[in-house]
């Protein structure tokens, strides 16, 4: 059963708009989220995270709401530049303690920035 | 810079040979773990270690095996393989702290024939 769910296997968005990538979760015992950004023949690389204390956290263009009442979040992008096509995934410690127990990953969104 | 390296970026493997998948982490992380990333399915845990000598199975540890002989190198294998192992094999480590995630490896794209 899979515990991190995103629905929207790609997402095209034009250059200089906003991109809203979504995540869905069903395990309410998760206590922190995290974004990673992957592009091909590559590692992912860490992007972004919150806590599930608080509801917001932005860093430059990226910035990431959490709403748990609906066990739900999203990353947002502004503004998208071409340079931010890539597959991002959003992850879950697969138990509460630091995430030493591994991740869950959702299965990615792949966004496309049009010029 | 943090670093996890892993020693080779492609392999082509035959059916029924025996694979070493090497990670190498020079953070000093207690943690590492091994991935592996498919289309569509995206990453599902193999195993992961908390320290020397210590492993534990993740989500889909069928097939593979684990050694963690010293700190900061931690090796997947593959017993025999397979042609459904064919896959993007990712190692990463962390301390611990979600602060900044896991560091992930370059990948291996392991083709096995």
């Known amino acids: 059963d899979q515990q991190v769910k995103q629905n929207s296997p790609s997402l095209s968005v034009q250059e200089g708009r906003i991109s809203i990538l979504n995540c869905d979760y069903t395990?309410?015992?998760?206590?922190?989220f995290l974004w990673y950004k992957k592009y091909p023949a590559e590692g992912p690389t860490f992007l972004i995270s919150i806590s599930s204390i608080k509801d917001k956290n932005e860093d430059g263009r990226f910035t990431v709401f959490l709403n748990k009442s609906a066990k739900h979040l999203s990353l947002h992008i502004v503004p998208s530049q071409p340079g931010d096509s890539a597959v991002y995934f959003c992850?879950?410690?697969?138990?509460?303690?630091?995430?030493?127990?591994?991740?869950?990953f959702g299965k990615g969104t792949h966004l496309i920035i049009q010029p | 810079d943090v670093k996890v390296t892993q020693s080779s970026r492609y392999l082509v493997k035959r059916t029924g040979e025996k694979v070493f998948l090497e990670c190498v982490q020079d953070m000093d992380h207690e943690n590492m773990f091994w991935y592996r990333q498919d289309p569509g399915l995206g990453l599902r845990l193999i195993y992961f270690s908390y320290d020397v000598k210590m492993k534990e199975k993740g989500d889909i540890p069928e097939g593979y095996s684990v050694s963690r002989e010293k700190k900061e190198r931690f090796s997947l294998i593959l017993e025999s393989a397979s042609t459904n192992q064919t896959s993007m094999y990712l190692c990463?480590?962390?301390?611990?702290?979600?602060?900044?995630?896991?560091?992930f490896g370059s990948g291996t794209r392991l083709t096995v024939v």
């Open positions: 395990n309410s015992m998760f206590d922190y």
């Open positions: 992850a879950a410690p697969a138990y509460s303690g630091g995430g030493a127990d591994g991740l869950t």
């Open positions: 990463a480590s962390t301390s611990g702290g979600m602060g900044h995630g896991y560091t």
